[in-house]
């Protein structure tokens, strides 16, 4: 747990001094303006063309990048389900069934053809998951969050990060969701769906954020009218009246959750409440941060789709690696609601409410970690151990 806690703050350290806003962002894009200033002696620009600030950027993030793709991609036997796939990694090179996707298993059968099948052949294989993760997650808050300091902080407080050393496919998928988000935003749907089908060869889960990300953007793009009202009102009555329905499509697509470990209704009170937290905050903001802003709006609609599916939708198997991908750029829209508040003081109290609050809930996650269920803790690495 010391370790887990020191990484996480050193990495917010280096995260304070990265300033990712409008006149020092590297990937500009069109998803809506930033609102962060800097010193004009950062702005100056180089000999390569860029700025101070981009500059030291880069070498924040890449020393962040290290430190989080070193811790994850060196553990061994961290995670409730990594022995799960040492022993799915040995099926695949003998050639025998397993249900996992078509992308997952070529991969796995590529690093094993350069590092065999034997002894700790699987070390690179987890390696090169951690690699990619840590990588679209990161590049994902560099471009798309306004504060990255704020972003990166709730990113490792709601325990992403320490959560992807388990389920390596899914995480994967989740941080490319996350990543190709901005071309929705940009309009360019066409990259985001060939991004959506490549990260599907992994994880068919993610094949959902197609219809719910084009749609939360459709909707943050129109003014809302009577109908509009009503239709979501519809859409959450299904999830409650037409279990039935909903769970022979799941069971068609995922049969070996019928009737397993993970058919049950389980409501997830913490995510419920950050939810619902989320939302109270963006009524109160409304006005000033969301309703002339797409992209705010976009991270909005997206809230609520993911407290309806935890409210109503509570019958899905595993009901988060749907709702994950909904509540996910909470990252994004918390830190751009505070900023926005004008009164310093309330900004300022509500700002270290916040903080409070997800500082406990990472010391709940870190306590929880070390249950045999989820088993993150303690953290064991193939360098020392």
């Excluded at 943050?220 to 009246?241: D, Q």
């Excluded at 004008?342 to 700002?351: F, G, H």
Aim: net charge positive.
């Amino acid at each position: 747990m010391v370790l887990f806690v020191g990484v996480t703050l050193v990495v917010l350290l280096l995260a304070y001094f990265c300033n990712t806003g409008e006149n020092v962002q590297l990937h500009m894009d069109s998803m809506g303006p930033r609102t962060i200033s800097v010193d004009r002696d950062l702005q100056r620009k180089g000999p390569g063309g860029m700025t101070r600030q981009q500059a030291l950027n880069l070498w924040i993030c890449g020393g962040i990048y290290v430190i989080l793709a070193s811790l994850s991609a060196c553990r061994i036997a961290s995670g409730n389900d990594y022995w799960v796939y040492v022993d799915m990694f040995n099926l695949i090179s003998q050639g025998r069934h397993v249900s996992s996707e078509f992308g997952f298993n070529a991969l796995v059968r590529l690093m094993q053809y350069f590092f065999g099948t034997q002894g700790y052949s699987y070390l690179p294989i987890f390696g090169l998951f951690s690699l990619l993760t840590v990588y679209f997650f990161l590049r994902a808050i560099y471009e798309q969050g306004d504060w990255f300091l704020g972003a990166l902080f709730l990113f490792l407080m709601n325990g992403y990060y320490f959560s992807s050393f388990n389920s390596v496919r899914y995480y994967l998928v989740l941080a490319i969701a996350l990543y190709s988000s901005k071309y929705v935003l940009r309009g360019e749907y066409l990259k985001f769906i060939l991004w959506i089908l490549a990260a599907s060869a992994f994880h068919k889960s993610v094949l959902v954020v197609i219809p719910l990300y084009l749609g939360a953007n459709w909707l943050a793009g129109i003014r809302l009218k009577g109908w509009h009202y009503a239709a979501g009102a519809m859409l959450a009555a299904s999830l409650v009246f037409g279990r039935d329905m909903y769970r022979f499509v799941i069971f068609k697509i995922y049969p070996y959750y019928e009737n397993s470990m993970f058919d049950t209704v389980d409501y997830s009170l913490s995510n419920i409440g950050k939810c619902l937290g989320t939302l109270v905050l963006s009524l109160l903001c409304y006005r000033r941060v969301i309703r002339d802003n797409r992209r705010n709006r976009f991270y909005f609609f997206l809230n609520l789709g993911g407290l309806a599916l935890y409210t109503c939708g509570a019958f899905i198997p595993e009901v988060s690696r749907v709702a994950y991908y909904l509540i996910l750029p909470q990252i994004f829209l918390i830190p751009n609601l505070l900023r926005g508040i004008e009164n310093k003081i309330i900004r300022r109290l509500l700002t270290a409410g916040t903080a409070l609050v997800f500082i406990a809930y990472f010391g709940l996650f870190l306590r929880s970690a070390y249950d045999v269920n989820v088993r993150l803790l303690p953290y064991l690495n193939w360098i020392f151990n």
